[in-house]
């Protein structure tokens, strides 16, 4: 399995402050760009109009109704109902009543069929209320202003916060509702079509990951990670068997919770095997676990476990274990004063090979009801679903439906993971070749990435203008949210309960730090604006 | 606000509208000023272009002003709280498709921040102003016929009880009876102190119901003042009296004659088609099936 939860250590205090720099770093943009826009189609009076507006703003939030945001809410809700925006139920309808045809026989179900099962639901539904809410968003103010009909709504008392406002909360409602029934359906079909002896598969697991991985060499040294097998993929190091190699992980916070009902410690692992010569092929690989605590020079091993490739291993620690004829109590004698619990991972057959990363191995916490995870991994669509409608919304009160909806969609497409990550190493100079235009210069000249190029004037123009646009990039990696926060079916899918700190607050945080952007953005652009459709 | 206080007031207004690349296209609006007072209807009358409706969307803040001032009710036209006492009918009913008449109502009242009780009791009683059939009351506003358009139209344009009704060619696209209702609401809201300002081509309708009128052509004030003081001619008389005899009105020449009165014509005042028209549908009502053809070649 390479499922790799990205570490994240909840600090509320610096969490807060990356919050309030982000918050900050967007509106402090989005001003800036509205300074700009006034500025050249107003000249110098724009930065009074601007200075007007800002306080103008700041008037109107401490005069926002309730009941005018809420009118306009039911607007857009009653709008997006009657112009058929639930019709998505019968592209819905057909995908279940015919999925099951293509999705093997659901009487031999095994664990990664229920995770096919799972995936399927979660990413139709995603797929289907996503496009829903980008074209609703999208082109509703647009409309709006084609057809005039805002103008009966800024004539009366209504203020352009509670105009951005009323159709946000509207359109979100207006996805969750679609959302709701879609899940509902999709849980009972999920339930439905795994037989009853394979619904204990249906489960969340809770994992505790270790927060630190370190490896020691074949000589017992300290190294950065295990051997390389020659695999190009490196999530895994590997640890030679019968030398000193060792993988150790230290787990921090350790008490009485991390205990099944049993009083059992439970390990789960994935660890995946190499052979470096045929053997017994029908024998597996062996390892074992030690726990130690350096404080009191205590150490505990557990026998000889075998490898199980390609599948889930859970190995149970009693509470209580003997070593040289003295029971200890895990909790008491193996966690150290600072409650960490540290773990090391040998490989016992010789000239054989264990590989592993962080996340192969987690103690288990008692599981979670699987409706439990589901809903928490709807819970990270329906925000996905608000970010999409706050950005489409805000760019919609600046341009036209059809380029805001494209707008939307990119910036929802470089949120992605895979896009965002080599958004990352474009910023942060791990892509050879250099910048765009040194790219392009390349390209045409037929050289390749690490060839030297010649240090002439042409080229610091092309290397100053590479540096802009990677300025302009960083702002856009930074502005533009990171999806994979969001991405809660993919632990639900994989069996995991969806994680609070990994998950559920990071992708809360990033949704609220886009309100206030994007709430002053659709104001300035309903206020600096005519709205005379042209 | 006393009875001669303006309500709104117009400064040196221009409005130039320019292309994309920021380059004046066209002016619309050059120096216009004015004032409109407390209780008084007044027309903004002009030909298509003239700038009236422009003038009418600077006044909402739908546009901005490229050079001049506007006070309305004592505050700006960028000011959101003056709309609280404003009422306006656009020149089309721009308004929701999808919803149905006392949704649109119900819609637009709680936009003024007004009460379920008061919604609904101001919805009941504007529906019945505007004579929209109770019937058509829960259709949507995509169904209905351009007049009923028209009449909800001016339905959420009262919805706040305004001081201040703005009217853009509030009977376009009516039938003479909505015509004749529409006016008999604008002389009704004046009645009721308001002041309304409509802006119209159709100039009987303006001269039926305005107190003041200004002329705009070019986007340029060409005129201002009274509709009964403009529309005197000062250099005629005119005397009206019941059915005379036929000697009586010979002698009546001859008298004017004597006096040194040029062009006198005696004859019969004709009525308006409107009142015709009125008058006819009001029969039809009172006695279906009644015919009354004078013309018997139009029939044949």
New interface residues.
């Given amino acids: 399995m390479y499922f790799d939860p990205n570490e994240y250590l909840l600090n509320p205090f610096i969490s807060f402050l990356n919050w309030v720099v982000v918050v900050g770093a967007l509106t402090f943009v989005v001003l800036f760009v509205s300074m700009l826009n006034l500025l050249?189609?107003k000249g110098m009076s724009g930065i009074g109009i601007f200075f007007d507006e800002l306080g103008?703003m700041a008037a109107?939030l401490f005069?926002l109704?309730p009941?005018?945001i809420?009118?306009l809410t039911?607007?857009t809700y009653?709008?997006a109902i009657?112009?058929k925006a639930l019709a998505v139920f019968v592209v819905f309808g057909l995908l279940f009543m015919f999925a099951g045809w293509f999705m093997g026989d659901s009487k031999e179900i095994k664990p990664d069929q229920v995770k096919v099962y799972i995936s399927f639901v979660l990413t139709a539904i995603s797929w289907l209320t996503l496009p829903v809410v980008l074209l609703l968003c999208c082109f509703g103010i647009p409309e709006d202003i084609r057809?005039?009909?805002?103008?009966?709504?800024?004539?009366?008392?209504?203020?352009r916060v509670e105009i951005v406002l009323g159709r946000m909360i509207g359109i979100w409602l207006i996805g969750c509702l679609v959302l709701t029934v879609m899940a509902i359906v999709g849980h009972f079909w999920i339930v439905r079509q795994i037989p009853a002896d394979s619904q204990p598969l249906l489960t969340c697991r809770v994992p505790v990951y270790g927060t630190e991985m370190e490896f020691l060499d074949r000589e017992g040294n300290s190294a950065r990670s295990g051997v390389n097998v020659g695999d190009i993929w490196i999530f895994r190091s590997y640890i030679e068997g019968a030398t000193k190699a060792r993988a150790r992980w230290r787990f921090i916070k350790v008490d009485e919770s991390v205990l099944d009902s049993d009083g059992n410690l439970n390990f789960e692992n994935s660890f995946s095997a190499f052979r470096s010569y045929k053997g017994d092929m029908t024998r597996p690989l062996f390892y074992d676990i030690k726990l130690y605590n350096p404080e009191k020079n205590l150490a505990y091993t557990t026998d000889p476990q075998p490898v199980n490739e390609f599948r889930h291993k859970l190995d149970k620690i009693p509470r209580k274990v003997t070593v040289d004829d003295v029971q200890y109590d895990i909790l008491k004698d193996f966690v150290t004063a600072n409650k960490d619990l540290l773990i090391e991972v040998s490989c016992i057959d010789r000239e054989q090979y264990i590989g592993m990363a962080r996340s192969d191995l987690f103690i288990r916490m008692p599981d979670r009801p699987f409706w439990m995870g589901y809903w928490k991994a709807i819970l990270g669509i329906s925000l996905t679903l608000l970010l999409i409608t706050m950005i489409g919304v805000s760019a919609s009160t600046m341009v036209k439906g059809p380029i805001a909806a494209v707008l939307t969609f990119v910036i929802y497409f470089l949120s992605l993971k895979d896009n965002h990550q080599f958004m990352d190493q474009l910023v942060f100079g791990q892509v050879q070749g250099g910048g765009f235009l040194e790219s392009v210069y390349r390209l045409v000249m037929h050289l390749g990435p690490s060839a030297e190029l010649p240090a002439n004037p042409a080229f610091a123009v092309i290397q100053f203008f590479d540096w802009l646009l990677n300025n302009f990039l960083w702002l856009c990696r930074h502005v533009i949210p990171y999806s994979q926060y969001f991405n809660m079916p993919e632990f639900v899918a994989n069996g995991f309960d969806v994680p609070l700190d990994t998950s559920i607050i990071p992708s809360l945080l990033v949704t609220s730090a886009f309100i206030i952007p994007c709430v002053v953005m659709g104001y300035f652009a309903l206020r600096i604006r005519?709205?005379?459709s042209k | 606000m006393s009875q001669s206080e303006a309500v709104i007031e117009i400064r040196n207004l221009s409005k130039v509208y320019r292309d994309f690349w920021g380059r004046p296209k066209v002016r619309a609006l050059n120096a216009l000023s004015l004032d409109i007072k407390k209780g008084e209807v007044f027309g903004l009358l002009g030909p298509n272009g003239s700038g009236k409706t422009t003038t009418l969307k600077l006044l909402l803040g739908l546009l901005f002003p490229t050079e001049g001032e506007i006070k309305i009710l004592g505050k700006s036209a960028a000011d959101v709280s003056k709309n609280e006492r404003i009422g306006y009918l656009p020149e089309e009913s721009y308004l929701y498709r999808f919803l149905n008449a006392y949704e649109t109502l119900d819609f637009y009242g709680r936009l003024f921040n007004m009460s379920a009780a008061q919604r609904k009791e101001r919805s009941e009683k504007l529906l019945d102003l505007v004579k929209l059939a109770p019937q058509s009351r829960r259709r949507q506003l995509k169904e209905y016929s351009k007049g009923m358009t028209r009449r909800i139209g001016v339905a959420q344009a009262l919805i706040n009880d305004p001081d201040l009704v703005m009217l853009d060619e509030p009977t376009s696209g009516l039938d003479p009876l909505g015509n004749r209702d529409m006016k008999d609401l604008i002389l009704d809201l004046k009645a009721q102190g308001k002041t309304v300002l409509m802006c119209s081509h159709l100039l009987a309708d303006v001269q039926d119901v305005c107190d003041r009128i200004a002329i705009l052509y070019g986007g340029e004030l060409k005129v201002m003042g009274r509709v009964d003081e403009l529309l005197k001619a000062q250099d005629e008389t005119q005397i009206r009296s019941s059915k005379l005899s036929e000697a009586a009105e010979k002698e009546i020449q001859d008298v004017l004659k004597r006096h040194g009165a040029t062009n006198v014509k005696v004859d019969q005042p004709t009525a308006s088609l409107e009142d015709l028209f009125l008058k006819t549908v009001q029969e039809s009502r009172e006695r279906p099936g009644h015919r009354n053809v004078t013309d018997h070649q139009s029939v044949s």
């Fill in positions: 050249t189609t103008g109107d005069q109704s009941r005018r809420w009118a039911r607007l009653t709008e009657r112009r057809l005039r009909s805002i103008h009966t709504v800024v004539t009366k008392p209504a203020r005519e709205l005379e």
